[in-house]
Structures are given as structure tokens and as C-alpha cells.
């Protein structure tokens, strides 16, 4: 059983940036294709980001591309989700997602993932 923990949300300013962090103590971590989802109240889950498993493929929404930027480091079995330029509707849970998938292709989006974390809360407001 793959778990995950998210970590890193805040409440941020409006332009500012946070660093979201998705941790596992799994050892088979670095093999799985991560997905980041955000779901905010009221709204449907949104993919926003994949990578895959060495970092070759990765896959970002329209809504965050330009501004967020994922990538991970496998020795310490995280995924990291830069943000910045943060807007008012970037507030949401944020969540990663972890399965065996062959890279970030084009259709990432539509992936399904069996191993979820529990989700990090970002606000962003003045």
C-alpha cells in the first residue's frame, strides 16, 4: 500500500509562490507516475500536473502552465509542485496522486490513480 502525504499549503498574497511537497516512506515510490489534482468548493477535481517516472514526461493544465512546475527527487522519495504568480483561483485542496503509468502522455489528464494523499489547503488572498 502506497501512502502519500502532501505538504506545504498556505494562505499567500496574490503573486506570491509556495512549494508543495508529496511524500512518500515507500521504497518502490520513485517507480510510480505522479499526478497533481486540485479541487476547490463546488467545483470538479482538476488535473494539473504529471510526471513520470524518472522526470522524462511531464503534463500541466492550461490553467497553471507558466506558472507551476513540477518535478521530483527520487533519493528522497518527493515530488515537489512549484507555484508562483499565485491567483485568487488557484485557491483549492491540492492533492497527488500516485500509479503505474507510462509517462506523462498526451491524454495525462485523464489518468486514473489508485494511491491518493489526503490534500494540503492553498488560499490565496490579500
Known amino acids: 500500500q502506497l501512502q502519500l502525504v502532501e505538504s506545504g499549503g498556505d494562505l499567500v498574497q496574490p503573486g506570491g509562490s509556495l512549494r508543495l511537497s508529496c511524500a512518500s516512506s515507500?521504497?518502490?515510490?520513485?517507480?510510480?507516475?505522479i499526478g497533481w489534482f486540485r479541487q476547490a468548493p463546488g467545483k470538479e477535481r482538476e488535473a494539473i500536473s504529471c510526471?513520470?517516472?524518472?522526470?522524462?514526461?511531464?503534463g500541466y493544465a492550461d490553467s497553471v502552465k507558466g506558472r507551476f512546475t513540477i518535478s521530483r527527487d527520487n533519493a528522497r522519495n518527493t515530488v515537489y509542485l512549484q507555484m508562483n504568480n499565485l491567483k485568487p483561483e488557484d485557491t483549492a485542496n491540492y492533492y497527488c496522486?500516485?500509479?503505474?503509468?507510462?509517462?506523462?502522455?498526451?491524454?495525462?489528464?485523464?489518468?486514473?490513480?489508485?494511491?491518493w494523499g489526503q490534500g494540503t489547503q492553498v488560499t490565496v488572498s490579500s
Open positions: 496522486a500516485a500509479d503505474h503509468h507510462s509517462g506523462c502522455g498526451s491524454t495525462w489528464y485523464l489518468y486514473d490513480y489508485d494511491y
Open positions: 510526471i513520470s517516472i524518472e522526470g522524462a514526461s511531464t
Open positions: 515507500t521504497i518502490t515510490f520513485p517507480y510510480y507516475t
